[in-house]
């Protein structure tokens, strides 16, 4: 199958200058299209185990890697911190982020909250990192590992998936070989679009509003979710600076509500929120940047096709209410790695159908599930009426009083449930 994006009809011309380039292109194991915190991770992943990738990525490092907090954090689950353990980039990262420690889950400010706290001896649920140090961490590890290639500022123009393996043409005329192509772009995947891959899509009509903030009293490690009819009011506990205790906030709004929520001043903002959480965290300041964007759902029917495999945000793109997005793409590296390091073991071509059926199967089921329970919730805490918010409050007691069930869910905020590949587990394939 061949693909191509908007480029001179030269490059796509089967010319004596062109079979030349072909000839000399580099090859590699893996050939990644987006070099995002989960394709870095990807190829550091491969790096680990001495398998070959190039990733290919438009960004501008100047200005995704720049210095500054942008007020964009992410929750990385227990078991995807095993996986940055195991790849070399854990320690790097360690100390630079917030535990989170427990997670209160309520309906709105009414009694009856949800209280996740692991034992003790079971270590913090997850950790918060600012989203620009994980991608510099990231991006500088993919840098300097011996079998990754990283080509920033460049697109692949030309791409041909055949039986015989995957060739790209890259827009500075270079060309790239490899047996297998992974699609690591975004929700908005070019390459999956081009492949046909048919995706289930709808939005949510809300828009989500990020920034952080200090404030007065401590978070104590704890992440807060407070279910509005809106949608969720999301507080995630950050490390503190000189100035004080800081959280992140993920604020869902009406569409039509997310403009005007721009354009209040800062303090009109924190105003805002602090009604929101009742005022426990006492008077907020110093409001970081704020920025939005909309909310919606969408997930491949298959994440697989021929010498193509999707990852991440490519494959699947789900509601923040639980903070599993990122998560759910570490997910899909670990268990790709461990496919193709398994298949490369064992003398496989790295593009053939069988292997990456085993791909398939063993994310599919689980980006679905995960994928209709945030949807679920997502629409469950969106009903209002005092008789909504009752049977929401009852739920929320049931978990409390049922410890299988609150161990469950504990075990879901982990990224601990299912079949877990072996990085998920803290060791190398």
Known sequence: MTTSASAPSSAQTDTAESRDAVAEAKSADVLILGGGMVGATLALALDAHGMTSIVVDPADPAVTLAEGFDGRASAVA???????????????????????????????LLPGALDFVPDADDGALGTMYENKLLRRTLHNAAAAAPHVDVRMQRRAVHVDRTTAGVTATLDDGSVVRAPLLVAAEGRNSPTRDAAGITIARWHYDHAAI????????????????????????????????????????????????????????????????????????????????????????????????????????????????????????????????????????????????????????????????????????TRL?????????????????????????????????????????????????
């Open 381 to 429: 805490f969106g009903v209002k009426g005092r008789t909504a918010s009752a049977v929401r409050r009852f739920g929320i007691s049931a978990v409390n009083a049922i410890p299988p069930l609150k161990a469950r869910f504990m075990a879901e905020a982990r990224g601990e449930s299912g079949d877990l590949p072996k990085l998920l587990e803290g060791m190398t394939i």
């Open 210 to 377: 990020i920034a952080a903030f200090h404030h007065e009293h401590p978070h104590d490690d704890t992440a807060y979710e407070i279910f509005y009819p809106a949608g969720p009011f999301a507080l995630l506990p950050l490390p503190g600076d000189a100035t004080g205790q800081r959280s992140a906030i993920v604020w869902t709004v009406a569409a039509d509500d997310a403009p005007g929520m721009l354009k209040l001043s800062d303090r009109g903002f924190l105003a805002e929120a602090e009604k929101r959480m009742g005022g426990f965290l006492g008077t907020l300041s110093d409001l970081s940047p704020r920025s939005t964007y909309p909310l919606g759902f969408h997930h491949a029917a298959r994440i697989t096709g021929e010498r193509l495999v999707l990852v991440g945000d490519a494959a699947h793109g789900i509601h923040p209410i639980a903070g599993q997005g990122l998560n759910l793409g570490f997910r899909d590296v670990a268990t790709l790695a461990e496919v193709l390091v398994d298949g490369k073991r064992t003398g496989l071509d790295l593009g053939d159908a069988a292997l990456l059926d085993r791909y398939q199967r063993w994310r599919g089921v689980d980006t679905f599930m995960v994928a209709l329970a945030t949807d679920s919730l």
């Open 78 to 108: 227990s078991a995807s911190h095993r996986l940055l353990d195991a790849i070399g980039v854990g320690a790097t990262l360690r100390g630079q982020g917030c535990a989170i420690r427990s997670i209160r889950v309520s309906d709105g």
